[in-house]
T-cell receptor
């Protein structure tokens, strides 16, 4: 069974631009969550989707948004990029009805210049 | 919301010795506590988890203990090996279908000295 796939692997943007990251969960997993990882800050929860519905949202500004499609694939969008948005963005899927036993993707490394 | 503190931030142990990483959480309603291991340049992977109705759980050389009264839980690695070198993250969540948020600690960089 294929793992969680995230594209692109690396991304370089400039301030003010917007970016869309993609995540394909493990087949059969309906819960997809997103995390921002920065050195020293660990993993910060962004949001979680289940069956195309956003169930939870972390403490991030409205510039961060996401969605989930009927095939469980998910996208995350960041508008008006800031330097502080530079981070590794990790997507995770889980097999159950809630966010336990997360299977992470390799992440998208976003650099904002 | 939930706040998880993790200590120490870095830990070096001799190969064969034991390593202990501790986490405290703030929300007494939290009832699910997983630990993830992230090797350099790789994705985090779940290594063990525990629910609040259990005080201890073991899986070969790793174990997790939970003290609900004190609101802290710990990861124990015995007979450490070089492949145990990684960053370890604890997390806490209240399992409430549709309302759970996993809050992670800031990580512990474990280095095993050969």
């Amino acid at each position: 069974k294929a793992g969680v796939t995230q594209t692109p692997r690396y991304l370089i943007k400039t301030r003010g631009q917007q970016v869309t990251l993609s995540c394909s969960p493990i087949s059969g997993h309906r819960s997809v969550s997103w995390y921002q990882q920065t050195p020293g800050q660990g993993l910060q929860f962004l949001f979680e989707y289940f069956s195309e519905t956003q169930r939870n949202k972390g403490n991030f500004p409205g510039r961060f948004s996401g969605r989930q499609f009927s095939n469980s694939r998910s996208e995350m969008n960041v508008s008006t990029l800031e330097l502080g948005d530079s981070a590794l963005y990790l997507c995770a899927s889980s097999p159950g009805l809630w966010s336990e036993k997360l299977f992470f993707g390799s992440g998208t490394q976003l650099s904002v210049l | 919301g939930e706040n998880v503190e993790q200590h120490p931030s870095t830990l070096s142990v001799q190969e064969g010795d034991s390593a202990v990483i501790k986490c405290t959480y703030s929300d007494s309603a939290s009832n699910y506590f997983p630990w993830y291991k992230q090797e350099l340049g790789k994705r985090p992977q779940l290594i063990i988890d525990i629910r609040s109705n259990v005080g201890e759980k073991k899986d070969q050389r790793i174990a997790v203990t939970l003290n609900k009264t004190a609101k802290h839980f710990s990861l124990h690695i015995t007979e450490t090996q070089p492949e145990d070198s990684a960053v370890y993250f604890c997390a806490a969540s209240k399992v409430d279908f549709g309302n759970e948020k996993l809050t992670f600690g800031t990580g512990t960089r474990l280095t095993i000295i050969p």
